[in-house]
Nanobody, 125 residues
Framework: QVHLVESGGGSVQAGGSLKLSCEAS????????IGWFRQAPGKEREGVAA????????YYADSVKGRFTISRDDSKNMLYLQMNSLVPEDSAIYYC??????????????????WGQGTQVTVSS
């Protein structure tokens, strides 16, 4: 079992930065993929960034490459998402999620069994 709790959301102007945190109790890198998803109003939830199972490989959505960085501190069971150069289109509820081993595209949402409650990010122009 993995229990996830996000924090760090808020409001920021375009061009600004935010760092999201996810406390991931029960997470073991060798057993789970873990990452960030987001859902904007009226849109489907989408994958943003993730560590593949094993913890060495990272993946990013094209829309955030070069602006967002996913990182972990395994000693603290923490997952982070550093978001720079934010644009209004980044406004969404951001979720931390974990999945047991699966094959295929890293952002297959249906494979992620463990989800946090989400944290709101609002970017104003």
């Amino acid at each position: 079992q993995v229990h996830l709790v996000e924090s760090g959301g808020g409001s920021v102007q375009a061009g600004g930065s935010l760092k999201l945190s996810c406390e991931a109790s029960g997470y073991i890198p060798s057993r789970y993929s873990i990452g960030w998803f987001r859902q904007a109003p009226g849109k489907e939830r989408e994958g943003v960034a993730a560590f593949y199972i094993g913890g060495d490989l990272t993946y990013y959505a094209d829309s955030v490459k070069g602006r967002f960085t996913i990182s972990r501190d395994d000693s603290k069971n923490m997952l982070y998402l550093q978001m720079n150069s934010l644009v209004p289109e980044d406004s969404a509820i951001y979720y931390c999620a974990a999945a047991r081993r699966f094959q295929g595209w890293i952002f297959r949402e249906e494979k992620y069994a463990y989800w946090g409650q989400g944290t709101q990010v609002t970017v104003s122009s």
